[in-house]
């Protein structure tokens, strides 16, 4: 059994991680974002009933799950809410990750790149669990345009891109078009899984 290559992609809001993550599937990755696994995790009884006990009701939508914008709402008004919010979900995502990426090497066409979206990478110390890290950065003139979330708070918490590049394999300033930021995922492919 042969485990895909781990790779995560990281970056500020709004530097290009999602587009990257949907070229890299293009290009034959099995692929993941931490988001995804967010949405499906607060789907989960268990983790909805704690997440609601602790925040209270007004984070439920009227379909009875959570509504991600208004769990936002709080958690980034309130530090305290934040950390506890993080504390319960960095190691439920981080144990779906590491079963997805089994159930991946145990496919008889298992792929040779699995490639997961962390925002939080280093600022977690989640970059461990990877072979080989991606970091897509953008100016903050740029990303600002680009995000519709107001960063100037979330942005305070995470490791400048300087320090996120020089720790990082592979790294792309995501300021020209789609195709540049298809061209450098492509040249990462063929790097990681030379056919």
């Keep these: ?20 993550l949907k070229a890299f599937a293009r290009h034959g990755a099995a692929t993941v974002s931490s988001d995804e696994i967010v949405h499906h995790l607060l789907r989960r009884a268990q983790v909805r009933d704690e997440v609601v006990a602790r925040l209270g009701n007004g984070i439920v939508a ?9 769990l936002a709402t709080v958690v980034f008004n309130d530090r305290e809410a934040l950390a506890w919010l ?19 090497a145990e496919l008889p066409d298992a792929p040779g790149v699995s490639v997961t979206e962390v925002p939080l990478l280093y600022e977690t110390g989640g970059d461990a669990r990877f072979d080989k890290v991606v970091v897509i950065t953008a100016p903050k003139k740029l990303r600002r345009a680009r995000s519709t979330v107001v960063a100037d708070d979330r942005e ?11 720790r990082a394999d592979y790294s792309f300033t995501n300021t020209g078009s789609l195709e540049e930021l298809d061209a450098f995922v492509e040249s990462v492919m063929r790097d990681l899984a030379p056919s």
């Design 1 to 20: 059994m042969t485990r895909p290559v781990a790779v995560a992609i990281t970056g500020g809001i709004g530097a290009g991680k999602s587009e990257a």
């Design 62 to 70: 009227p379909d009875g799950e959570i509504d991600r914008g208004a």
């Design 86 to 104: 993080e504390a319960l979900l960095h190691p439920l995502v981080a144990a779906e990750y590491l079963q997805w990426r089994d159930q991946l």
């Design 156 to 166: 305070s918490r995470l490791i400048d891109d300087r320090e996120k590049v020089a």
